[in-house]
């Protein structure tokens, strides 16, 4: 069971438009990670926000977490063929061991 | 400036077999985290080491999965009797340092197992 929920499961897009994905959950997180994993590879880190209302910028790519931080978003401006891949978002709580992932979010972007 | 590496990369095996997949974190990390992938879903967290201790090991499926990591590096996670449902990519990650909110894992290429 995925105590984290992403959306869109699937998005495919052109290159050059705008996405947003979202990853929301009824718990609150110590912290929040968003990930982004290509085929036959592990998941590589791409940001952790830890702070209510936190937002991150990484080149195109736009995070934010919510103020209750029990969500978060990714935004990516100007998408391009090198951004196609699974985006996952994950939690961790305070006092444990788990990251909890979500189930991804599959972005394709055509040239 | 090897990253984490994991053999072997694809394992096939008959249902009822018993099965040994090898995690070498990067060197000095002290955690060490297992993960099942099921085909199109996130990770699940299996179980977590520090160094040579197993802090938390709820997220194993059942009794026939057991991890280990004598030496605090390489970790073996072995399942016995597998089944059909225990196919997955099996994701192994190391952090340099004890748990805590945020810090970075990084993750191996994982293990793909496919139980017949």
């Known amino acids: 069971t995925q105590l984290l929920e992403q959306s869109p499961q699937f998005l495919s897009i052109q290159e050059g438009e705008n996405l947003t994905v979202y990853c929301n959950s009824s718990?609150?997180?110590?912290?929040l990670q968003w990930y982004r994993q290509e085929p036959g590879e592990g998941p590589v880190l791409l940001v952790t926000v830890v702070t209510g209302g936190e937002v991150k910028k990484l080149k195109r790519l736009t995070f934010q977490f919510g103020d209750a931080r029990k969500d978060s978003s990714l935004h990516i401006t100007a998408a391009q063929p090198g951004d196609t891949g699974l985006y996952l978002c994950?939690?961790?709580?305070?006092?444990?061991?788990?990251?909890?992932f979500g189930a991804g979010t599959r972005l394709f972007v055509k040239a | 400036g090897a990253g984490v590496s994991q053999s072997p990369r694809y394992k096939v095996a008959k249902r009822g077999q018993d099965v040994a997949l090898r995690c070498d974190p990067i060197?000095?990390?002290?955690?060490l985290f297992w993960y099942q992938q099921a085909l199109g879903q996130g990770p699940e967290f299996l179980t977590y080491f520090q160094n040579e201790a197993q802090l938390d090991k709820s997220g194993l499926p059942s009794d026939r999965f057991f991890a280990e990591r004598p030496e605090g590096s390489v970790s073996t996670l072995k399942i016995q009797r597998t089944q059909q449902e225990d196919s997955a990519v099996y994701l192994c990650?190391?952090?340099?340092?004890?748990?805590?909110?945020?810090?970075?894992?990084?993750f191996g290429p994982g293990t793909r197992l496919l139980v017949l």
């Open positions: 990650a190391s952090s340099p340092a004890a748990y805590g909110s945020g810090e970075t894992q990084y």
């Open positions: 060197s000095g990390h002290v955690s």
């Open positions: 718990s609150v997180f110590s912290s």
């Open positions: 994950a939690g961790r709580y305070t006092g444990g061991f788990k990251t909890i």
